[in-house]
């Protein structure tokens, strides 16, 4: 056998495609037949395409291929190579025949018999691998499943698949798997008692918290988040964002403190990473870590969002999803290479049936395990609309408040973008909401231009613009607004103010701070804050912090103290956000000088980030229940003076 100069592919149920280099041979074949077993079936030439270095035959046959048996192509001289199933699995015929609606594939426990499920339809043979021994695994010819059952509670056994597939053998992890040995290396069987989806108060003005496990908690686990769920709870956070908790590849579970990452590149999506375990060689410990967490968190009576990445691939060639169903999960490009529209790692196939039931079960795993209560999709532009559609459909039919929501930025993609889930398309997917970078850059200044000003950083005349964004008229509707100055991407928002206001005091930068925070809490649509930034968290003034080190990423907890200021503005400025429903609330923008005004029932409130003094004239009596100091007490005549780069809030007596 030769496949290195000859290679044959499946593309259709009557369609091959033949690259022969032309290093052999020249590339001219005048004849390549179909081989199974020694029985010869003829090709039909359809077309010869040279290419740059090697040339194309396409060919059709008449004969039935049966998916998962072992074929070979012969050609000049007797050469053979495997015929590989390439997209023959992205044709709706392969995606109706063998798609597969039950929920246990995987390792599943129930009543005292352990069963393994493994969905590879064009592999020719599986072997389970488990505690040093090895099963043939029985093939279900109607959907592609193999499955194999014991008797026995095999909890804590470690596994691998062995798929041989396309004249090649690999030895792999399970897509499937609940839990791993660490840096991913078995499977490990998980005997999960799940948890009953509760029903909690919904909210109607929802502020999020993002938070890195890592960055937040002294040991960076799970367990060591729970001590600061007291100070989040008393901020006025109603759901706290995690960043991707779910085993990635960047970070030796061995030495996780050498190694550095936010964890933007999944290898396995349904079991947890176990850096983030007090032990990270007990893989069933983090299940139960993550579990705490997520009930402690729930017990402060906020709820548990999961930043989840299903836009990309760590490592797609070396991928179990590729090594078990080659060709399947991930697009391609007109090369025949991997589709990386983000730059990130290949583009998941989202639109194909097994691939989007794939999402679909992890995110209800994640709800009924964990009683997870939402759902940040990194790079959501780069899934289709119909499973984003799919999604909510399946966990409003479990949790009706599920929070759904991600990052809509138009990008090439391998696919038509009037098909996906990007915030141009938000009427489509209308109770799914976007961050809005467009509300970050013209309050804070562009992200991406670190001298650049935006309103809040003194820019006054941008507020037009100002009042545009903070309506939300982006979107079909305010709700779909995630309001943001600040996330884990790019620079910390008081880094940007050290650039972009370089000309004023220190104190002025904390004012603007402030004032940011106030234009976010004060919008139509869903408050967003990243940790640290209601205590003015800098990275030292580096833009992308992904990889960097944990003394630039570490959050310093005595900083709440130094900007208490700043953290008190901000859970007053919250308190007052939830009782008046800011968010969801028709509230009347106008301005004047550069400066906003707002009202809404009995309040008012006056956004000031010029250099001077406002003084805002009024009829009758107001309160002062919110001004840069945080006083509530002060009482009103016909006018008050809002200091420069501040924000007052009066209610009428």
């Given at each position: 056998m030769n496949d290195y100069f000859i290679r044959a592919y499946l593309d259709d149920y009557k369609l091959i495609t033949i690259e022969m280099d032309i290093s052999f041979f020249d590339g001219e074949c005048n004849r390549f037949d179909l081989i199974k077993n020694e029985l010869i079936i003829p090709l039909n030439l359809i077309s010869k395409t040279k290419k740059n270095a090697y040339y194309e035959y396409k060919y059709s046959f008449d004969a039935d291929i049966v998916v998962s048996q072992p074929y070979e192509v012969m050609g000049i001289n007797g050469y053979r190579t495997p015929l590989v199933y390439r997209y023959i699995v992205k044709t709706e015929r392969f995606n109706q025949q063998y798609y597969y609606d039950d929920d246990d594939l995987g390792s599943v426990v129930i009543n005292g018999i352990t069963t393994f499920k493994l969905w590879a339809p064009t592999a020719n043979n599986v072997i389970l691998s488990i505690n040093d021994k090895y099963f043939k695994m029985n093939r279900n010819e109607v959907n592609g499943v193999y499955s194999l059952a014991f008797n026995g509670d095999l909890t804590g056994s470690l596994y691998n698949y062995i798929v041989s597939v396309n004249g090649n053998t690999y030895t792999t992890i399970d897509p499937y798997g609940k839990a791993s040995t660490a840096n991913s290396k078995q499977s490990v069987v998980a005997n999960l008692i799940k948890a009953e989806p509760s029903v909690r108060e919904i909210t109607e003005d929802p502020v999020i918290y993002e938070v890195c496990i890592r960055d937040y908690s002294e040991s960076g686990t799970f367990d060591g988040l729970i001590p600061h769920l007291d100070y989040i709870s008393e901020l006025g956070i109603s759901h706290i964002q995690l960043l991707p908790v779910n085993d990635f590849g960047s970070v030796n579970d061995y030495h996780k403190d050498i190694y550095y990452n936010w964890g933007y590149d999944p290898v396995q999506y349904q079991a947890l990473d176990n850096s983030y375990c007090y032990d990270p060689t007990n893989p069933l410990l983090v299940i139960d870590e993550f579990k705490n967490l997520c009930e402690a968190i729930h017990h402060k009576k906020m709820k548990v969002v999961l930043d989840v990445v299903f836009n990309h691939h760590y490592y797609a060639s070396r991928s179990s999803f590729n090594q078990i169903v080659p060709y399947y999960y991930f697009r391609y490009d007109k090369e025949n290479k991997f589709y990386e529209g983000s730059f990130c790692g290949a583009e998941l196939d989202t639109g194909l049936?097994?691939?989007?039931?794939?999402?679909?079960?992890?995110?209800?795993?994640?709800?009924?395990?964990?009683?997870?209560?939402?759902?940040?999709?990194?790079?959501?532009?780069?899934?289709?609309?119909?499973?984003?559609?799919?999604?909510?459909?399946?966990?409003?039919?479990?949790?009706?408040?599920?929070?759904?929501?991600?990052?809509?930025?138009?990008?090439?993609?391998?696919?038509?973008?009037?098909?996906?889930?990007?915030?141009?398309?938000?009427?489509?997917?209308?109770?799914?909401?976007?961050?809005?970078?467009?509300?970050?850059?013209?309050?804070?200044?562009?992200?991406?231009?670190?001298?650049?000003?935006?309103?809040?950083?003194?820019?006054?005349?941008?507020?037009?613009?100002?009042?545009?964004?903070?309506?939300?008229?982006?979107?079909?509707?305010?709700?779909?607004?995630?309001?943001?100055?600040?996330?884990?991407?790019?620079?910390?928002?008081?880094?940007?103010?050290?650039?972009?206001?370089?000309?004023?005091?220190?104190?002025?930068?904390?004012?603007?701070?402030?004032?940011?925070?106030?234009?976010?809490?004060?919008?139509?649509?869903?408050?967003?804050?990243?940790?640290?930034?209601?205590?003015?968290?800098?990275?030292?003034?580096?833009?992308?912090?992904?990889?960097?080190?944990?003394?630039?990423?570490?959050?310093?907890?005595?900083?709440?103290?130094?900007?208490?200021?700043?953290?008190?503005?901000?859970?007053?400025?919250?308190?007052?956000?939830?009782?008046?429903?800011?968010?969801?609330?028709?509230?009347?923008?106008?301005?004047?000088?550069?400066?906003?005004?707002?009202?809404?029932?009995?309040?008012?409130?006056?956004?000031?980030?010029?250099?001077?003094?406002?003084?805002?004239?009024?009829?009758?009596?107001?309160?002062?229940?919110?001004?840069?100091?945080?006083?509530?007490?002060?009482?009103?005549?016909?006018?008050?003076?809002?200091?420069?780069?501040?924000?007052?809030?009066?209610?009428?007596?």
């Amino acid at each position: 056998m030769n496949d290195y100069f000859i290679r044959a592919y499946l593309d259709d149920y009557k369609l091959i495609t033949i690259e022969m280099d032309i290093s052999f041979f020249d590339g001219e074949c005048n004849r390549f037949d179909l081989i199974k077993n020694e029985l010869i079936i003829p090709l039909n030439l359809i077309s010869k395409t040279k290419k740059n270095a090697y040339y194309e035959y396409k060919y059709s046959f008449d004969a039935d291929i049966v998916v998962s048996q072992p074929y070979e192509v012969m050609g000049i001289n007797g050469y053979r190579t495997p015929l590989v199933y390439r997209y023959i699995v992205k044709t709706e015929r392969f995606n109706q025949q063998y798609y597969y609606d039950d929920d246990d594939l995987g390792s599943v426990v129930i009543n005292g018999i352990t069963t393994f499920k493994l969905w590879a339809p064009t592999a020719n043979n599986v072997i389970l691998s488990i505690n040093d021994k090895y099963f043939k695994m029985n093939r279900n010819e109607v959907n592609g499943v193999y499955s194999l059952a014991f008797n026995g509670d095999l909890t804590g056994s470690l596994y691998n698949y062995i798929v041989s597939v396309n004249g090649n053998t690999y030895t792999t992890i399970d897509p499937y798997g609940k839990a791993s040995t660490a840096n991913s290396k078995q499977s490990v069987v998980a005997n999960l008692i799940k948890a009953e989806p509760s029903v909690r108060e919904i909210t109607e003005d929802p502020v999020i918290y993002e938070v890195c496990i890592r960055d937040y908690s002294e040991s960076g686990t799970f367990d060591g988040l729970i001590p600061h769920l007291d100070y989040i709870s008393e901020l006025g956070i109603s759901h706290i964002q995690l960043l991707p908790v779910n085993d990635f590849g960047s970070v030796n579970d061995y030495h996780k403190d050498i190694y550095y990452n936010w964890g933007y590149d999944p290898v396995q999506y349904q079991a947890l990473d176990n850096s983030y375990c007090y032990d990270p060689t007990n893989p069933l410990l983090v299940i139960d870590e993550f579990k705490n967490l997520c009930e402690a968190i729930h017990h402060k009576k906020m709820k548990v969002v999961l930043d989840v990445v299903f836009n990309h691939h760590y490592y797609a060639s070396r991928s179990s999803f590729n090594q078990i169903v080659p060709y399947y999960y991930f697009r391609y490009d007109k090369e025949n290479k991997f589709y990386e529209g983000s730059f990130c790692g290949a583009e998941l196939d989202t639109g194909l049936r097994m691939c989007r039931k794939y999402i679909i079960d992890t995110l209800v795993y994640f709800v009924k395990q964990y009683d997870v209560d939402g759902f940040r999709f990194d790079l959501m532009s780069f899934i289709d609309i119909e499973t984003m559609l799919k999604i909510e459909e399946n966990l409003k039919s479990i949790k009706e408040d599920v929070m759904l929501y991600g990052e809509g930025w138009v990008m090439k993609t391998g696919e038509k973008q009037l098909e996906m889930a990007n915030y141009s398309n938000s009427r489509l997917i209308k109770n799914i909401s976007f961050f809005n970078d467009e509300f970050r850059d013209v309050i804070k200044g562009n992200s991406f231009d670190y001298s650049a000003t935006g309103y809040g950083t003194g820019n006054i005349w941008m507020a037009k613009k100002a009042i545009e964004v903070m309506k939300a008229k982006r979107f079909f509707k305010p709700s779909q607004s995630i309001n943001y100055v600040e996330c884990h991407d790019d620079m910390a928002c008081f880094d940007k103010l050290n650039r972009c206001c370089i000309n004023e005091t220190h104190r002025e930068r904390i004012q603007r701070q402030k004032l940011l925070i106030s234009c976010i809490l004060l919008s139509r649509g869903i408050s967003f804050l990243h940790a640290g930034q209601e205590f003015c968290r800098s990275k030292n003034g580096i833009p992308n912090t992904y990889n960097a080190p944990d003394s630039v990423n570490k959050i310093n907890h005595r900083q709440k103290e130094e900007y208490y200021d700043v953290v008190r503005f901000t859970k007053n400025l919250i308190e007052i956000k939830k009782k008046y429903n800011f968010g969801s609330a028709s509230v009347s923008y106008s301005e004047k000088e550069g400066i906003i005004i707002g009202k809404y029932q009995d309040l008012t409130f006056i956004i000031n980030p010029s250099q001077d003094d406002f003084l805002y004239s009024f009829r009758g009596t107001k309160q002062v229940i919110l001004d840069d100091g945080g006083r509530q007490e002060f009482i009103a005549e016909k006018e008050w003076l809002v200091k420069r780069i501040s924000t007052v809030i009066l209610r009428e007596l």
